[in-house]
């Protein structure tokens, strides 16, 4: 994903909040990558029809800040799905709370792996490569 992401791809949409920065006003990485997990996570337990869990985090790139009062939208992708497993894209798009114009602020790769009630890896019932 390059251009900003297609609305299907929307998984969520928030507002940043004074809580979620520092001292100069610029939000936490860390708010930023758990709201990529979320929706990471939210792509991958659809698809899996079940429990997943992060086992990796790739390629994690910061390209702009976010300010408090943004609106934060969090888009995913799945890009592959293996026997266990799938890699799902994440793009993180800030907006003034008073323009129309967005900017990719960070984007990542989260690998998720299927985990039945045992929390044992499953198998994944449509496989895409």
Not at 13 to 34: C, E, K, Q
Not at 93 to 101: G, I, K, L, Q, V
Not at 118 to 124: A, F, G, K, Q, Y
Request: with cysteine; net charge neutral.
């Amino acid at each position: 994903m390059s251009a900003m992401p297609l609305d299907d791809r929307l998984a969520i949409r928030v507002t940043a909040m004074p809580a979620d920065a520092n001292a100069y006003g610029d939000i936490f990485g860390g708010w930023l990558m758990s709201l990529m997990d979320s929706a990471a996570g939210l792509v991958a337990a659809r698809h899996a029809k079940g429990r997943a869990v992060t086992i990796a985090v790739e390629a994690m790139k910061f390209h702009a800040p976010v300010f408090v009062g943004d609106e934060v939208s969090v888009y995913a992708d799945l890009a592959r799905v293996g026997r266990t497993s799938m890699t799902i894209e994440v793009q993180s798009w800030r907006r003034d709370r008073h323009a129309e114009e967005s900017c990719l602020v960070t984007q990542a790769r989260f690998t998720f792996v299927a985990i039945d009630e045992r929390r044992m890896p499953r198998v994944i019932g449509d496989v895409l490569v």
